[in-house]
């Protein structure tokens, strides 16, 4: 897994790495532009203008929440990434934190319409995302949504089967999210399937 040096060396050509991952349709950015609409549309359609963005990298969905004035609060730990994020969105409450620790100390206070993450979980494991998903679940207002999209399969079969057709290129560092092991800690969790390797999840607040 890249460390927050490697994501700073990595930032400048980030975006071009994922498009050229998208157009060609291939693990592990197959269906990137759909999971962003998806996420984009979802927002779009709801009251609510607080957004917090868990990963938020060079803010690719932020920036376009942003400039339909939502308020952005951003976590990620790369310095670099949240530059690029800052110079877009100048109003945006931006922090240089790793989310494996939950979310910033000076935030407890803070409660969001909206929590969102793409592409940036999958460097969790299992055990380390349950809690935190969990903790996010109780920063939520109470028509909110935290909305996950990433690498994700409705099966660990089905899971075994894109390893195994990816040879070389799967990741084995990454740990990505499947349906039916969310579903022993996470009831009504919903998943929203966009290519043969990417979904949106999404979990209502916890009262």
Known sequence: MLDFKGFDLWADGYDRTVALSADL???????YRL???????????AKGLKVLDLGIGTGVLAKKLYGDGYQIYGVDFSEKMLAIAG??????Q?????????LPENWAEE?????????????LTDVQKTPLIRQLQKRLNPDGALLIGDVAFETRAQQEACRAACGALWDDEEHYFVLETLRQD???????KCSFCAAVLQFDPLG
């Open 186 to 192: 996470f009831d009504g969790v919903r998943f929203e």
């Open 111 to 123: 409660r969001f319409d909206f929590i969102v993450s793409t592409y940036a979980l999958h460097h």
């Open 87 to 92: 110079e877009a969105m100048p109003g945006a």
């Open 25 to 31: 349709e291939e693990y592990p950015f197959a269906g």
């Open 35 to 45: 999971v962003l609409g998806t996420i984009y549309d979802r927002i779009r359609r």
């Open 94 to 102: 931006l922090a240089r934190w790793d989310f494996a620790r939950g």
